[in-house]
C-alpha cells in the first residue's frame, strides 16, 4: 500500500459517519464578514494608506501623474542610482527623465547580476490603506517575484485613488489568486530575540512609495 493510498484511507474512514447529504464544507459555516472597517471618503483613505506606510518605513511621495517623471527621476538621482531595473510593461513616459542606465527584466539575468542593479522601479496590483499594504500580482508593469526581492532598493508607484482599497478583503476580490502575489508592507526586514531590527534580509532595504494622482477613476473601494 502507498502513503497516498493509506492516508486517503483514513480520511475516507474519518468521514465515515458524515451523512452524504451533510452540509458542504463551503456553505457550513457563515461568512459574513465585514469588507471594511468604518467608512472613509477617497482622500482619507490615502492619507490612511500613506500614514501606515510611513509606519512600516517606507518612504512616501506624492505627485501628480503630470510630474510622476521628474519625480522618478529626481528619487533615483538623489539615491545615486547608476542603473534602474524596468519590468517589460512599465510606461516608458515614467522614465522618462530618467539618466541612470535602464536594465530590462530578462529571465537569463542571474541573481548575482540581479544584486547589482541599483533600483528598481514598478507599478502594482492594489494598495491597502488599513494595513500599508502594497501587493504585486506579476503584472506587465511590475514583472518576475524577483526583481522586487534582489534589488536593494525598490520604488512602486501607486496609482491613486483607483488601485487603493480600504481592506485585505477588498483587496482580495481584485487579485487573482492563480497570479504570484507579493504582499509588501514596508522595507523587509526582520529581528532577533532582543528585538535589533535588521533590514534587507530577504528583500530591499528600502522602499520608496509614490502615490501618483491624476490616472483613471475617482472610486476607491471594489
Known amino acids: 500500500m502507498s502513503s497516498r493510498e493509506r492516508i486517503l484511507g483514513r480520511v ?3 468521514l465515515a459517519d ?14 459574513a464578514y465585514l469588507r471594511e472597517h468604518g467608512g472613509l471618503d477617497t482622500g482619507a483613505t490615502v492619507d490612511l494608506l500613506a500614514e501606515n506606510l510611513a509606519d512600516y518605513r517606507a518612504v512616501v511621495h506624492r ?15 538623489a539615491r545615486g542610482a547608476r542603473t534602474v531595473l524596468v519590468p ?13 542606465e535602464q536594465v530590462p ?5 542571474t541573481p548575482h547580476e540581479l544584486d547589482r542593479v541599483d533600483s528598481v522601479v514598478t507599478g502594482c496590483a492594489v494598495a491597502v490603506a488599513e494595513t500599508g ?8 508593469d511590475q514583472g518576475r517575484r524577483r526583481i522586487t526581492l534582489v ?7 501607486v496609482r491613486v485613488p483607483e488601485q487603493v482599497v480600504s481592506s485585505v478583503p477588498q483587496a482580495l476580490g481584485r487579485l487573482d489568486p492563480a497570479r504570484p502575489l ?6 523587509s526586514a526582520t529581528s532577533d530575540i532582543e528585538l535589533d531590527r535588521v533590514e534587507g534580509v530577504h528583500g530591499p532595504r528600502t522602499l520608496e512609495v509614490v502615490l501618483v494622482s491624476g490616472q483613471g477613476s475617482s472610486a476607491v473601494t471594489s
Do not use: F, K, N, Q
Open 88 to 100: 517589460p510593461g512599465l510606461d516608458p513616459a515614467w522614465l522618462a527623465e530618467v539618466r541612470a
Open 182 to 187: 507579493t504582499w509588501i508592507s514596508g522595507p
Open 18 to 31: 458524515v451523512p452524504p447529504d451533510d452540509t458542504p464544507y463551503e456553505e457550513a459555516v457563515p461568512r
Open 105 to 109: 527584466d530578462l529571465a537569463s539575468s
Open 133 to 140: 499594504t502594497i501587493v504585486l500580482d506579476g503584472g506587465p
Open 63 to 77: 505627485c501628480t501623474a503630470g510630474d510622476l517623471a521628474a519625480t522618478l527621476a529626481g528619487m533615483l538621482a
Open 151 to 157: 534589488p536593494d532598493h525598490h520604488i512602486c508607484v
Open 12 to 14: 475516507r474512514r474519518a
